[in-house]
């Protein structure tokens, strides 16, 4: 037996006690940047503060922003803040800084992420880590040896490549590597069964204590305040949106707050009514006394992530610091927190280790570091660490509440403090962010999300931490939520159903002879051919789709039109149609994208994506606030089902179960009317995402499958049949609509993405963005959305690909799919503008292959109202 098990066994039976050294070896700390020198005359402010008392004459009574919470995070917000300009910010932090889970992390540093928009928060973090000491005078313990993942399957490689492909066009230091350079850089790994490595030059690991101290040292150089031990004990929202901070020292009047409270975030949000989804998860790992292999290298070893294992391993000192991510069935969660709160006195303490949960990951890391088996325990550190349901932190304003703001949810917090800082940073001084990152946003999850459904997507994500990262993937734990259409039960046996916002939705449908399974893959997989019946179907004959998951907003009031033709770039729709309109930043890049009906004098709906409810109703609601206007605005998301029914005879199956005149010359394309169909009110709107004749049926939730069961019975003698998302994705391609998330949303602004005929500069309204657009416009765009055809093999494009010329990368698709009706793959780009004519050719990297692409005139399939405006053209013609 192992010495490694020998000590894991020995452990499990007490004979070990738990410690931690948080001592950093110096040896490979790089050599500082140049720049970034302290002010020439430091603020006399923000020296480390006393735990204040009515005696103190500096504890502030005002303050533009208060941070609670002393971790990495809120002292990193602290930091970026005050050192961009803003003169009053205050920090509270209840016990010390970094107790919580920041003192007790493994200090992680890697430019990897598989998103787009966080390789930014990750790269910023790193190259702000790399300065730290020189701004601050204080040392923070940073190692640079680089990271390398481990690919020991064919589908890894193919991960990899995807990866690769994502990564070329960001600032992201990313290489594919051989098993020969992957020995070469961890001489002590063995290589039997690696087929590529991932390589990051640059990560590394940091010392999270003396991070945040730099960080606070900064912090008070630019003139913050820190205030500790300072507990926050109520929070009361004003109503000019301010907020009275209450402590037992006293009260802090407030601009806005920001929740930096870690595992205390849950307790801080129950202050002001709110649940935030946050589950308090054990994280544990392991060091190991000196090796003598280890103390022999000459140089430090990169951080090494066997994805198969589950684990990272590092070196620390003369050692090896080994953490695992164990499976969803092994890994705990501290449920009395959930039930009981977080004790009051927990801050620096940590949880009994249970090493039996990680020994299959400790035998898979014996396997590829052989060493380890020899290796002795020195500590076992099992801390608390905070998961959201989804993994990812939750970062930025939150809906309902005014001025309150959010950066918790860190389950990996040391990589992401520096960068998030600076992103709410420049987010609060600008009044928009600097880049999208609605994966972020807080308000994602809704009252959907129960304690119960987070906790078992929180045990999920944990376990699934180094699973593979497929398109299109999908997780099935804790569904479905209570965001099911009325039909959910009719289709779920006969879809493959996605996730969007909590709702169920079809994303295709099987029949007699289709594999049903959910099997995953960067090439084409079983949903290809179905997918592509059902485009058919659309074209040639009728189809329904579930459109329930919309976001829905009613809007109404004297002030509802003033409200709205100052929030859109389009003009108002006349009363009783319908249009698509882009709400502008100050900065002119696209914040939403929204379906606006026009029912009555000062009525509106608002529609938009699943995915963007309750961010585009935040804005909404915030403009409302701070405008004064006076309107009614109300989220009817949950209350209204919707359906779609597209194709060439859609107008005949609904004609069937209404007395309203459907024809083209009563019921116009781009209106919408209250009718009755097969004895349910609703509002029909003519428009279809397909790009097909079709309608959108708005109607009460409860009446849904009643509809939908006429509709399909109607529809009989047409062929009528169900259609789901990735059928509507293709179609949509094909008519090259543009789609909010992907050509456009806060990374471009609306005239890169081609949105001129949306964007009315000629209005009298001095709509949001207005003067920005006017700038951009006048200037002109350096890049440009292209639509790009190409033939490939057996994959598709997807979205975030490089695009190469001449051996240069420069640009990315935004999404792609393979066009049923035109035998190729189609997608959009981002180009440089000098290379953005029609007949540009380019080349798509997909999966390590470069294939040929043109640029082509979009679309590539007309649209129903264009072919039926060209067709009575030339039928008049012909007269």
């Not at 928060?121 to 640079?144: D, M, N, P, R, W």
């Not at 290796?375 to 970062?395: C, E, H, K, V």
Request: glycine share 8%; hydrophobic share 35%; with cysteine.
């Amino acid at each position: 037996m192992s010495r490694l098990l020998t000590a894991l066994q020995a452990n499990l039976r007490g004979k070990l006690p738990l410690q931690r050294a948080f001592a950093r070896d110096s040896r490979w700390i790089p050599a500082r940047c140049a720049g970034n020198a302290p002010p020439t005359k430091p603020s006399k402010q923000g020296k480390e503060n006393e735990p204040p008392s009515s005696s103190v004459k500096r504890w502030k009574e005002n303050a533009d922003t208060v941070i609670i919470g002393g971790g990495c995070v809120g002292v990193s917000l602290a930091y970026h803040l005050a050192k961009a300009g803003m003169k009053d910010v205050v920090l509270l932090e209840k016990s010390e800084l970094t107790a919580g889970s920041t003192w007790h992390a493994a200090g992680l540093t890697a430019y990897f992420h598989p998103g787009i928009n966080l390789k930014r928060i990750h790269h910023y973090s790193i190259k702000l880590y790399e300065c730290l000491e020189q701004e601050t005078g204080q040392a923070v313990g940073f190692h640079q040896p680089g990271s390398v993942r481990i690919a020991t399957t064919p589908t890894r490689v193919d991960e990899f490549h995807y990866q690769m492909t994502r990564t070329r066009w960001n600032v992201t230091p990313q290489f594919l590597i051989s098993p020969e350079k992957v020995l070469e850089l961890f001489p002590l790994i063995n290589i039997d069964k690696v087929l590529a490595g991932l390589y990051n030059p640059g990560d590394g690991h940091i010392d999270p204590y003396s991070l945040t101290m730099a960080l606070a040292a900064g912090a008070r150089l630019y003139g913050a305040e820190l205030y500790y031990p300072a507990a926050v004990t109520g929070l009361s929202p004003r109503s000019d949106g301010t907020w009275d901070v209450e402590t037992a020292s006293g009260a802090i009047r407030a601009k806005r707050i920001v929740n930096c409270a870690g595992f205390w975030a849950h307790e801080v949000g129950k202050m002001i009514g709110l649940d935030h989804p946050l589950v308090p998860v054990h994280h544990q790992y392991v060091i190991t006394s000196t090796v003598p292999e280890v103390k022999s290298l000459k140089q430090e070893l990169p951080v090494l992530r066997d994805l198969e294992g589950s684990y990272y391993l590092r070196q620390e000192r003369d050692g090896l610091l080994f953490g695992p991510y164990e499976d969803k069935e092994k890994m705990k969660i501290q449920d009395s927190w959930l039930k009981d709160g977080v004790p009051p006195g927990f801050g620096k303490e940590l949880f009994e280790s249970d090493l039996d949960r990680i020994m299959d990951n400790v035998e898979c890391a014996m396997e590829m570091v052989p060493v380890l088996k020899k290796a002795d325990i020195i500590n076992i550190i099992s801390g608390p660490i905070t998961y959201t349901p989804d993994i990812l932190p939750m970062a930025g304003p939150h809906q309902g509440v005014r001025n309150y703001w959010v950066a918790i949810g860190f389950g990996y917090g040391i990589i992401h403090a520096g960068g998030i800082g600076k992103y709410l940073s420049d987010w609060i001084m600008n009044g928009e962010p600097d880049f999208d990152l609605i994966e972020l946003d807080p308000n994602r999850f809704g009252k959907w999300t129960t304690i119960q459904y987070a906790v078992d997507k929180a045990r999920e994500s944990y376990g699934f931490n180094n699973i593979v990262g497929y398109p299109k993937e999908e997780r099935f734990g804790a569904r479905p939520t209570e965001r099911i259409s009325g039909i959910y039960e009719t289709l779920k046996n006969k879809a493959s159903m996605g996730f969007h916002a909590g709702w169920e939705q079809p994303h295709w449908f099987y029949k007699p002879g289709d594999d049903p399974e959910y099997r995953p893959s960067f090439r084409r997989t079983n949903w290809f051919e179905p997918v592509g019946r059902e485009c058919k179907q659309v074209m040639e004959k009728v189809g329904v789709f579930d459109l329930t998951p919309f976001g829905k907003f009613s809007m109404k009031g004297k002030d509802a039109t003033k409200l709205l033709d100052r929030l859109i770039a389009n003009v108002i729709p006349k009363l009783g149609y319908i249009n698509i309109s882009h709400m502008i930043t100050p900065r002119g890049r696209v914040y939403a994208e929204v379906t606006i009906s026009h029912l009555s004098e000062d009525e509106f709906l608002l529609v938009t994506g699943s995915g963007s409810e309750l961010h585009d109703l935040r804005y909404i609601e915030e403009a409302a606030a701070n405008g004064g206007y006076e309107v009614d605005i109300r989220n009817v998301t949950d209350e209204i089902g919707v359906l779609g029914v597209a194709g060439p005879f859609s107008r005949k199956v609904l004609q069937k179960l209404t007395n309203v005149d459907l024809s083209g010359k009563a019921f116009k394309f781009l209106q919408c009317k209250p009718i009755t169909l097969a004895d349910v009110p609703l509002t029909a709107m003519r428009i279809s995402y397909t790009g097909e004749l079709g309608w959108e049926l708005y109607h009460k939730r409860e009446d849904t499958a009643a509809l939908y069961h006429a509709i399909m019975e109607a529809g009989q003698e047409f062929g009528i049949d169900n259609f789901g998302a990735y059928a509507m994705n293709t179609l949509r391609l094909e008519k090259a609509f543009r789609g909010w998330g992907a050509e456009m949303n806060c990374d471009t602004n609306a005239f890169e993405a081609g949105l001129d005929y949306f964007i009315k500069l000629n209005k009298p309204t001095d709509f949001i963005g207005k003067q920005a657009l006017q700038s951009i416009k006048k200037e002109g765009v350096k890049r440009k959305l292209v639509y790009l055809g190409m033939q490939t093999d057996n994959v598709d494009p997807e979205g975030n690909e490089s695009i190469w010329y001449q051996d240069k990368v420069i640009g990315n698709t935004t999404s792609g799919a393979y066009s049923y009706n035109t035998q190729q793959s189609v997608a959009f780009a981002y180009v440089p503008v000098e290379l953005s004519k029609i007949g540009q050719q380019v080349e798509v990297e997909l999966l390590n292959k470069k294939y040929n692409a043109v640029i082509i005139q979009e679309p590539l399939v007309l649209t129903e109202p264009t072919r039926t405006r060209m067709k009575k053209k030339s039928d008049i013609s012909k007269v």
